[in-house]
């Protein structure tokens, strides 16, 4: 049974992610000569939750394990 939704993002300091790869500039759906830096993910296993902006804040802290690390950001 499905008890919430919430949106996460990638947590790229943690998981040291980089600009590896480069982005191909597309105009009038047509590829240019022009590219930018591409952020590449290294893992699909961190992310970012934040519970103080959430209405079910307490249903979520509920339902994850205490294992899944600290809900505030560790200096």
Do not use: M, Y
Request: aromatic share 4%.
């Amino acid at each position: 049974d499905v008890k919430f939704i919430v949106n996460v993002q990638h947590d790229c300091r943690s998981a040291h992610c980089g600009l590896t790869g480069s982005q191909v500039h597309h105009q009038e759906w047509k590829a240019t000569n022009h590219t930018s830096p591409a952020l590449h993910h290294a893992d699909d296993h961190h992310f970012v939750l934040n519970l103080t902006a959430l209405h079910n804040a307490a249903l979520v802290r509920q339902t994850l394990p205490h294992a899944h690390g600290p809900t505030a950001p560790s200096a």
